[in-house]
């Protein structure tokens, strides 16, 4: 049981490239999250996915998109990369809880390093 | 502004000892609390979740949570070195469990 993966691992971009992180997660899970971490900083949302075929801005959206491509894939593009945009990404999923809401039960991949210069 | 506080540590505690961690948020209208374990240069992973008032416990883990105070925290009791890591509050508001995270406290536990 994979959980959720994260492609690629590792990356070094030039200021203004674009690249997409990817993610699935084959847990069945209706919602699917990004989120950066940069040292000191904790983890911040990028954005989020609710259900297959919604998305939503979280802290820190400027300079990314999403696209919830199916329920089980979730990915997130990088248009004009940026200095500032150096980062690890982690892509996480979570199921509803019995109350019908999203859980805060998040199930992490192991993580994206992108390297913008 | 929904804030979640953690002491950013070190702490360091010998091994065998308590190790206590805590958090502090602001929304009072927060409904669900989580503690995380993340190891250096590894995703992070949930240990524990509470969302009543009170005390959880699972194993050597102790969560307890305190609502009219605005605290959680996070008790790990006969301490192991591999219990060293990055301990992460996750503080879900009412309406919506999507967690605001603190910024982790590193514990290290030396033999």
């Known amino acids: 049981n994979a959980g959720v993966t994260q492609t690629p691992k590792f990356q070094v971009l030039k200021t203004g490239q674009s690249m997409t992180l990817q993610c699935a997660q084959d847990?069945?899970?209706?919602?699917m999250y990004w989120y950066r971490q940069d040292p000191g900083m904790g983890l911040r949302l990028i954005y989020y996915?609710?259900?297959?075929?919604?998305?939503d801005k979280g802290e820190v959206p400027n300079g990314y998109n999403v696209s919830r491509l199916n329920k089980r894939e979730f990915s997130l593009r990088l248009e004009s990369a940026a200095p500032s945009q150096t980062s690890v990404y982690f892509c996480?999923?979570?199921?509803?809880?019995?109350?019908?809401?999203?859980?805060?039960?998040?199930?992490f991949g192991e993580g994206s390093r992108l390297t913008v210069l | 502004q929904k804030e979640v506080e953690q002491n950013s540590g070190p702490l360091s505690v010998p091994e065998g000892a308590i190790a206590s961690l805590n958090c502090t948020y602001s929304?009072?209208?927060?409904?669900?609390f989580f503690w995380y374990r993340q190891y250096s240069g590894k995703s992070p992973e949930l240990i524990m979740f509470?969302?009543?008032?009170g005390d959880k416990e699972d194993g050597r883990f102790t969560a307890q949570l305190n609502k009219a105070s605005q605290y959680v925290s996070l008790l790990i009791r006969d301490s192991q070195p591999s219990d060293s890591a990055t301990y992460l509050c996750?503080?879900?508001?009412?309406?919506?469990?999507?967690?605001?995270f603190g910024r982790g406290t590193s514990l290290i536990v030396h033999p």
């Open positions: 996750a503080v879900g508001p009412g309406g919506s469990y999507i967690p605001t």
């Open positions: 509470i969302y009543s008032n």
């Open positions: 996480a999923s979570s199921d509803y809880s019995r109350s019908g809401r999203i859980s805060g039960e998040l199930f």
């Open positions: 996915s609710a259900s297959e075929g919604t998305t």
């Open positions: 847990m069945n899970h209706n919602s």
């Open positions: 929304d009072r209208g927060s409904q669900s």
